[in-house]
């Protein structure tokens, strides 16, 4: 147990740097810039929680760090991924077939088609175990045996001959951990990996998902909507909204001080157990079209603050206090309580 | 949680290895009708391998091509007259099993001889079209939405003049064209090179490089292309051009009957590509090859072996529908659609000259239909248990 000790200590290094990455769709409708311009860091031994509305590029941010963009249509327009010092969009082919599964693994949201019928899923886990640490048959079925039972499935033994159809959801879904943790990654991308599974269920997974990476001192990119969750396991939070990550921080400092009106709608949005509302608030509007932006502030035309400036100049991601940062025109400004006073008495009640 | 004692323990004490290949014969046993397709299979394998060398030989067992003029269109099991032929002319146990024809021939003897013709005629073709097929559909789905550059359309144009010219016998054309595709190849390379030093071709090549129409289209409409003709005319053309031999035949069979896989693999890979296990593969890092032929083509297998299996059938039958014609195995070699197509002319005389060679095509086509959906049910994982 003493490696959980050595992981609890402090360790503020980035082992991934997203520097102003730049992911475009090219359709027969024009350019979707799915992602434009994003810089994230997640830090070693870390949980970085990627939250965001269905379609504001979360998840093609996420399949840009192995290298998964299905191209075409999608195309790295611009920016780097630093890991170890190398930048990941640089890299040729084979070199980051090496480094997919060994250092960067990834899990997905639906766990019912994310495991090939056709092979036992130890069959599956021990494909991934021979490739990458170049072990015989008889290591990787033990090594098979041994991530099974961390990741808490009763008697793997038997389990290991199953089909994935013989297993329900939550058991698929700890079998694709098990998988993407079999070779002790460095970093593990969860896109949305308790969506699609209910709630007693979400909360195994979840601390299992921390168990393991108190036990490996891996660092974990989680995306999700569910802001639960964020507040669950992750160490630092970043919003993303139209492409973009509007606010960035520490997730004491989101969940106390949220600095962007996006982020305040999320939360002013989520129902408070134990207390009644005549209505939910729920941010107006729906994402914009991502073949057209508004100008300005992408989120001005569903902003309760929105003034003049914002349809005009864009907002940069600046810090509001150190490991902070807004994009807003009004980051300091914006105030809880009027909030609070606006949305109750907002005529975009529904 | 479960310490490593405890898998040990678990391991040692319960792991079943089961093989798939007794789990799938499992469920293959209950599809009695599957069932009697592989046991007639298999009796007719043996069959075609015991004729292949009863038939064969300066002095076979089986003489297919013994003429005995007296002795011509006899019903089956008619014993021999031994006054009529000369000793050592005599068919196997004194009788013609399943009579002559009009020049005396044993029909037994004859469809003993046929068979394994039929046989390999019907496996070498659906592997030689199965082949493509999958090589094809899988390219086409997988690699589909790549566009092919005009230098690349060129070099696959030039190609295909330097065959067509080799073929023709247009010796001077063929060897031009060749050189003119080689030089497409070394320009494609010698850019690529530069756009990786310098991340940008030289300038005059880069309209040799504007991407014209994707490989799905260039494949599928080839495939389209194959459809329109008639396969069975393109064949007769091709056989009538090529000299005439077995394996000819089979070759030509199998180039002309590969869409129809293609086209099921590509639509089987167009919608696993979209799946999560291959996203998950991939970002386990493993190869292309291997997500392809590994993780993709098992899962696209139903579709193709139970096409497989009719294209058996199917080859058989144009095998069958050659000779009758006349543009077959050349003679005196019997294979069953000569023995049919000669038997025609005395159908109300003899009218088991047609029936044994039509009944025996019907059976083995049919058995090998019933046999390659148990097949399929066998591979279906969800019908497995524990």
Known sequence: MDVIMKHKSENEEPILKIKDLKVYFDTDDGVVKSVDGVDLQIMKGKTLGLVGESGCGKSVSCLAIPGLVPSPPGRIAGGEIIYKGRNLLDLPEKEMEVIRGNDISMIFQEPMTSLNPLFTIGDQIKETIMLHQKKGKAEAHELTLQMLGKVGIPSPAVRINDYPHQMSGG??????????????????????????????????????????????????????????????????????????????????????????????????????????????YVIPGSVPNPLAFPA???????????????????????????GHKAACHFKTSIDKYVWNEKTETSSFLI | MINENNINELHHGLAVEVSRFSEGWRIFKKNKLALWGLIIFAVFFMVAVSGLFLTTGDNPVLDPSKVRLSEKLLKPFTTVDMEMIKPGDQPLFGTYLLGTDDLGRDIFARMMQGAWVSLTVGFVAVGISVLIGIIMGGIAGYYGMY?????????????????????????????????????????SVIYNYFSLKVNRGPAILNILFFDTFTVDTLIMRFVDVMLCFPSFFLILTIVAILPASIYNIMIVIGLTSWMGTTRFVRAEFL???????????????????????????????????????????????????????????PPPHATWGNVLSDGKRFLFDAPWLTYIPGLSILVVVLSFNLFGEGLRDALNPKLRKR
């Open chain 2, 147 to 187: 566009r092919i550059k005009l230098i690349h359309v060129l070099f696959l144009i030039a190609f295909f003049c330097s065959m067509v010219f080799l073929a023709s016998g247009q010796r001077g054309l063929a060897v031009n064209s060749a050189l003119l595709s080689l030089l497409f190849a070394v320009i």
């Open chain 1, 296 to 322: 300005g502030c992408k989120f001005w035309p569903r902003c309760l603050f929105a003034q003049e400036i914002c349809k005009v100049n864009e907002p940069l991601l600046e810090e509001v206090k150190e």
């Open chain 1, 171 to 280: 058991m698929k879904q700890r079998v694709m951990i098990a998988m993407a943790l079999s070779c002790t990654p460095e970093i593990l991308i969860a896109d949305e990996p308790t969506t699609a599974l209910d709630v007693t269920i979400q909360a195994q997974i979840l601390d299992l998902m921390q168990s393991l990476q108190d036990e490996f001192g891996m660092s974990i990119l989680l995306v999700t909507h569910d802001l639960g969750v964020v507040a669950n396991i992750a160490t630092d939070v970043a919003i993303m909204y139209a492409s973009r990550i509007v606010e960035y921080g520490k997730v004491e400092d989101i969940f106390g001080n949220p600095r962007h009106p996006y982020t305040l709608g999320l939360f002013t949005s989520i129902p408070v157990i134990g207390k009644r509302k005549e209505n939910l």
């Open chain 2, 271 to 329: 919608s696993l590509r979209e799946q999560d296990f291959v996203s998950a593969a991939k970002v386990m890092g493993i190869p292309d090859l291997s997500i392809i032929f590994r993780h993709m083509i098992p899962n696209a297998a139903a579709p193709v072996l139970v096409s497989a299996a009719i294209g058996v059938a199917d080859a058989i039958l144009t095998e069958a529908g050659l000779s009758f014609l006349g543009f077959g195995v």
